[in-house]
Nanobody, 121 residues
Framework: QVQLVESGGGLVQAGGSLRLSCAAS????????MGWYRQAPGKQRELVAT???????NYADSVKGRFTISRDNAKNTVYLQMNSLRPEDTAVYYC???????????????WGQGTQVTTSS
């Protein structure tokens, strides 16, 4: 089994910063792409940022220049540094990872349980 555990969420004032972490554990041979998504109340889950094994990144327009995604392949961990936070960034943040558990298996997408980020005005 594979588990993704997020940490680092919380309450912050507008303009503040938070750093989210997501560690993958379990039976893992390789992790391909990793990413962060968010879901605000009453809205659909949306992409925040993704990162490939080689470090190529992709960001939603709404977070470009404020958020930075990174990963530590040795620790199977992905991070999201969030600066200049705004009230509209308030949401539950989820990480995901494309994981191969066995050599003969295809990559399977796993999700974390989510961590709440709240930005007050």
């Amino acid at each position: 089994q594979v588990q993704l555990v997020e940490s680092g969420g919380g309450l912050v004032q507008a303009g503040g910063s938070l750093r989210l972490s997501c560690a993958a554990s379990g039976s893992i041979i390789r992790i391909n792409n990793m990413g962060w998504y968010r879901q605000a109340p009453g809205k659909q889950r949306e992409l925040v940022a993704t990162i490939t094994t080689g470090g190529s990144t992709n960001y939603a327009d709404s977070v470009k220049g404020r958020f930075t995604i990174s990963r530590d392949n040795a620790k199977n961990t992905v991070y999201l540094q969030m600066n200049s936070l705004r009230p509209e960034d308030t949401a539950v943040y989820y990480c995901n990872a494309e994981v191969k558990r066995r050599v003969w298996e295809v990559f399977t997408l796993y999700w974390g349980q989510g961590t709440q980020v709240t930005t007050s005005s």
